[in-house]
């Protein structure tokens, strides 16, 4: 017996290291291709979200130009070339910065009154059977009813007409902060629970640190909504005051037959929610590190 | 290592549930004991009620007749006295692998910079230094069970109860997170009940073995396990092993067709009702 294994009784043989293939090729073009290859994506997501916003712009430009009358009547409608030029002179104003910041105050105090309430009444009913029963039902007889026809109730029930407007935008960010928190809650996986007992965590304990924390990303979620919620009731809730914001010039636009004005009104109003509702999810995602990045 | 506490003691156990209108037995009669400093497994088919019985022992299930003691106290609920592993990773997700370390210790009312200590120093010894900052989702699951692990020693319960901690895991990683468990329970000494379907894993970690019968669950039989401790590998194709391997196999599949015939049985009766009324 010589010690070297004869070659039928081997079970294995191994394969040495430095005959792999695909070795990495550094540098030069290689390097700038793959750059491309990895932004590619967000590039082509950009491209794609452009390219429908043009095509958009360019029907309506071409319907309205062309004051195209087939079923659809564009003969009074502006077009965006129109309401371009309008903006170059209306947006700079000192009344029209005024208007957004009047509408800005109104719809973030409301949206923070609706956050302060809804979200703890949320944790409540989605923790406690008792809470859901007690609340629930009239939440949800309520949540049904359009901001704008609450107008009338809010007018005759504040004492001031600012409290009435700020009441619209505060039920509007209400109801989707409230039920996305308590689906939020309900969603936990019970595991999570059982895990804190058996760590020793007393109610208190438990409702903060699984409850509040685990339900974050679906609070988040309702405020981000909620806001966006909040703008859009923005107009019907300036339909009361006869002062100022961007619902109020929208109206006044309306009134005045002032086309341009409002169709500028309604992207401001977009534009405003679009921002406001970003800047919740910024805010999120900061305060949500263990999260994936989209 | 000399332990006085962690005794278990489980005096004729029963729980039942219902079901629509029917009341069943998920667990019968059951009388066993986890003596200080023991590592005690159950095993038994699917179904078997063994994941009920922790449960019980954890505080989250009242039984329906007898009772659980802990050192000589009833238990009535959950608590940090009883860890707890699952099956599934139980990690907090919105805590990184410190937090969920330090849950425990901040539970007890220990301060920030202590508990922060405490549990470097733990991760340490498990040879998870450097994953203290990282959020369990990007974990795999052999760590994250070891984390799971980790944090339910942080608290030194009195016993550790183990519900099929590996049996979401694939085989390699079983395999060697038996052996960093044996290793981490050779140097504390705690008394560990752990529940498993693997036969060799509860040969391989146990002092003792429990079979359980096929729902509703009863003792079958009891087994000590009189290999050689440290543990290693090497010693799961001695002798000893293989019989010990043999007899506790063929007890277990013995219950795993009664549980699979009892299923089938039920299945086909249903089969032929349905049939029946048909023609």
Same mark, same amino acid.
């Given at each position: ?36 290859? &990895?932004?590619?994506?967000? !590039? ?80 409540? !009913?989605? &923790?406690?059977?008792?809470? &859901? ?57 019970? !595991? ?9 965590? &007393?109610?208190?304990? !438990? ?7 685990? @339900? ?7 405020? @981000? ?52 509702? @970003? ?16 | ?26 667990? *019968? ?19 078997? /009620?063994?994941?009920?019985? $922790? ?14 003691? $802990? ?38 009312? %220990? ?11 733990? $991760? ?16 795999? /699951? ?28 694939? *085989? ?15 140097? $504390? ?35 000590? %396990? ?29 219950? #795993?067709?009664? *549980? ?5 049985? #039920? ?13």
């Amino acid at each position: 017996m010589d010690g070297s294994v004869p070659t039928e009784r081997r079970a294995f043989t191994l394969i040495p290291s430095g005959m792999q293939p695909n070795a990495p090729a550094a540098g030069g073009p290689a390097r700038r291709g793959a750059a491309l290859q &990895r932004a590619w994506p967000r !590039i082509r997501a950009a491209l794609l979200g452009t390219l429908s916003v043009l095509v958009f712009l360019t029907l309506w430009q071409a319907a309205s130009a062309t004051h195209l009358d087939f079923f659809l009547r564009f003969d009074n409608i502006p077009s965006p070339a129109v309401v371009a030029v309008q903006a170059t002179t209306v947006v700079f104003s000192a009344d029209f910065l005024n208007d957004v910041l009047a509408s800005c105050e109104r719809v973030y105090f409301g949206f923070a009154l609706a956050a302060l309430l809804a979200v703890p009444v949320g944790l409540l !009913i989605g &923790r406690y059977r008792a809470a &859901r029963e007690l609340l629930f039902p009239l939440c949800e007889l309520l949540r049904p009813v359009p901001a704008i026809a609450w107008v009338p109730i809010s007018i005759m029930l504040w004492p001031t007409d600012w409290q009435s407007i700020v009441f619209i935008t505060f039920l509007g960010a209400f109801f989707p902060i409230l039920l996305n928190t308590v689906h939020g809650v309900q969603r936990i996986d019970p !595991i999570l629970v059982r895990a804190a007992r058996s760590l020793g965590a &007393r109610e208190g304990a !438990i409702f903060r640190e699984v409850y509040l924390a685990g @339900a974050m990303p679906a609070i988040f979620t309702g405020l @981000a909504v909620g806001m966006g919620v909040g703008w859009v009731s923005v107009i019907a809730a300036e339909m009361i005051s006869g002062q100022s914001g961007i619902g109020y010039f929208t109206w006044e636009a309306y009134s005045l037959i002032a086309y341009p004005d409002i169709v500028l009104g309604m992207a401001a109003i977009g534009l405003l929610g679009l921002v406001s509702s @970003a800047g919740i999810r910024r805010l999120g995602r900061l305060a949500m590190p263990w999260l994936p990045a989209h | 290592m000399a332990r006085s506490e962690g005794h278990i003691d489980i005096s004729h156990l029963g729980l039942d549930y219902e079901v629509g209108s029917r009341r069943t037995a998920a667990v *019968a009669d059951i009388s066993l004991a986890v003596l200080p400093g023991e590592f005690v497994s159950i095993v038994g088919p699917s179904g078997c /009620g063994k994941s009920t019985l $922790l449960n019980v022992v954890a505080g989250f299930i009242t039984p329906t007749r007898g009772r659980v003691r $802990l050192d000589g106290e009833i238990i009535r609920g959950p608590g940090a006295d009883r860890g707890m592993v699952f099956q599934h990773s139980s990690l907090f997700p919105w805590k990184t692998v410190l937090g969920n370390v330090e849950f425990g210790l901040k539970m007890k009312g %220990i301060g920030v910079k202590e508990r922060r200590r405490m549990a470097h120093t733990l $991760l340490s010894l498990a040879g998870l230094a450097g994953f203290e900052g990282q959020f369990p989702d990007r974990l795999s /699951g052999g760590m994250q069970q070891r984390v799971g692990i980790v944090r339910a020693l942080a608290t030194g319960p009195r016993v550790l109860l183990m519900d099929e901690p590996f049996g979401a895991l694939d *085989a390699q990683t079983r395999e060697i997170m038996q052996q960093i468990l044996t290793n981490i329970w050779e140097r $504390l000494g705690i008394s560990v009940l752990f529940v498993t379907h693997d036969v060799d894993e509860a040969i391989f970690l146990s002092d003792r073995v429990y079979v359980m019968t096929a729902r509703p669950g009863r003792l079958k039989a009891e087994m000590p %396990i009189g290999l050689k401790r440290p543990r290693e590998r090497d010693g799961m194709v001695s002798q000893e092993f293989l019989e010990l391997r043999g007899r506790l196999a063929s007890l277990v599949r013995e219950e #795993s067709l009664r *549980a699979m015939g009892g299923e089938l049985a #039920s299945d086909l009766g249903g089969l032929e009702a349905m049939l029946e009324r048909r023609f």
